[in-house]
């Protein structure tokens, strides 16, 4: 496995987060986490990633490909592991190549910086991307949705072994987030793993393949999407009326406009 964690606990003041989660993440498996606003998904990221440690002490362990996060060097664990964060702090004034090329970093083998490789390797991310036309302006001028898909480039040219990401469709319009929920896909068939934060539970249900949910009090439930997405779950953990529809083999949930009698 990837990633894991064992009796891991997080809290805020006050607010219990979650309770003793075990999780398992395997090559080629794509997580989504669910829950409603403030219930602890970012908290849950930045720990997997070891931005933050947990709550309960020794009793609780991360690892990643089977050490804590902290015992890897800090360019090894970037090629192990990839973090998309909600938010970025400060601003990157380069052109956009050179934002992506930094996605390189942890592979860079000597003083003199990048290779031939590595700017061919930020190309390709880039075309993937659809950015190709904008790879010369500077970041800071794209718009939110062309800034998430450098975002998105900056994490494929890093070409980590799991991807965790913190609502990677934010700010995409609704093409931009089906090609990104379709590369999320094709990356967990070629054996990258992914976790990432999601608000549409159409592409949890369509594209993931296992669901990790946060309640408002902590509780924690974990399975096959096909197992852990039904009205019964979605309703619980959003606290409103849910339809389940079924348009060809696929299941669709939606809120109800209006409750039920």
């Known amino acids: 496995m990837i990633l894991q964690t064992r009796n891991l606990t ?54 990643v490909a089977g050490k804590p996060p902290q015992a890897w060097p800090r360019r090894e664990l ?41 700017h061919e390797i930020a190309t390709q991310a880039i075309e993937r991307m659809e950015l190709t036309d904008l790879a010369h302006r500077s970041l800071a001028t794209l718009s939110g949705g062309e800034r998430q898909r450098a975002r998105i480039a900056l994490l494929l040219a890093q070409s980590p072994q799991c991807y965790l990401l913190d609502e990677p469709l934010q700010h995409l319009d609704l093409r931009h987030q089906l090609s990104a929920m379709t590369l999320f896909s094709t990356l967990a068939r070629q054996g990258k793993a992914l976790v990432m934060v999601l608000h549409d539970v159409g592409w949890a249900n369509r594209f993931c393949d296992h669901v990790l949910m946060l309640f408002d009090n902590g509780r924690i439930l974990t399975g096959s999407a096909k197992e852990v997405l039904n009205r019964d ?17 696929a299941r669709h949930f939606a809120p109800e406009t209006m409750p039920r009698v």
Not at 80 to 102: A, C, D, K, R, T
Request: negative net charge.
């Open 10 to 63: 997080l809290q805020y003041p006050g607010k219990m987060l979650c309770r003793n989660l075990n999780l398992a993440v395997n090559p080629g498996e794509c997580w989504a986490i669910l829950g409603q606003n403030g219930c602890g998904k970012t908290t849950l990221i930045h720990a997997l990633g070891g931005l933050r440690p947990p709550d309960d002490g020794n009793e609780a362990r991360i690892t």
């Open 78 to 118: 970037a090629r192990n592991l990839g973090i998309m964060l909600q938010e970025e702090p400060g601003e990157f004034w380069g052109s956009v190549h050179e934002y992506v090329l930094l996605g390189r970093y942890p592979y860079v083998k000597n003083m003199f910086g990048w290779q031939t490789i590595d």
């Open 233 to 249: 779950n979605l309703e619980a953990l959003y606290q409103c009326n849910m339809t389940e529809f079924v348009v060809g083999l």
